[in-house]
């Protein structure tokens, strides 16, 4: 489990530097032949891996219902973000990281309802949605990469 948090901490700098070397309108631009944008890609691997992991545990979000149905699956953005969501991205990239590794080990995570993703992977425990998650963040760093040579 060790190595799944370090490559998922290793993503999430990744997307740090996204919010740090883009400007607001490069993370608003939603390119011809694209339906999302940087910041709405971040938006999302936040609310997923809280749904994943959290929701699927019956536990509380750790993040606002507002925000979960703003990125949750299904969605795209509708208007340009101010620079307080980058603000409120950048410590939702990196803080959460710390809370789950606690939450797993004081067992707070145990009781997961198993789930089917819309790709195939069946989750049967925190564990398995924390290694999926790794997969679904890496599946959009690959669309955020794309997406970066029509916004620069």
């Known amino acids: ?18 919010l740090i070397h883009n400007d607001l309108e490069q993370l608003n631009t939603v390119p011809k032949g ?9 938006g999302h691997v936040i609310a997923v891996q809280q749904r994943l992991v959290y929701g699927l545990a019956n536990q509380p979000l750790r993040i606002s219902d507002d925000l979960f149905q703003k990125y949750k699956p299904g969605t795209k ?5 101010p620079q307080d969501t980058v603000e409120l991205f ?17 067992g707070k995570l ?4 198993p789930y089917t ?18 997969y679904h963040e890496a599946m959009h760093l690959g669309t955020m990469i794309s997406l970066l040579k029509f916004v620069r």
Request: charged letters at 20%; hydrophobic letters at 35%; proline letters at 4%.
């Open 1 to 18: 489990m060790t190595n799944d948090f370090h490559i998922w901490e290793n993503n999430r700098n990744i997307y740090l530097k996204f």
């Open 34 to 42: 694209f339906n999302n944008n940087l910041l709405w890609n971040i």
């Open 77 to 81: 953005p509708t208007i340009p973000e």
């Open 90 to 106: 950048k410590e939702l990239l990196i803080k959460p990281i710390e809370q789950t590794k606690s939450d797993l080990k004081s």
């Open 110 to 113: 145990n009781q997961y309802s």
């Open 117 to 134: 993703t819309s790709k195939g992977f069946h989750l049967a425990s925190a564990e398995d949605a924390i290694t999926f998650n790794n």
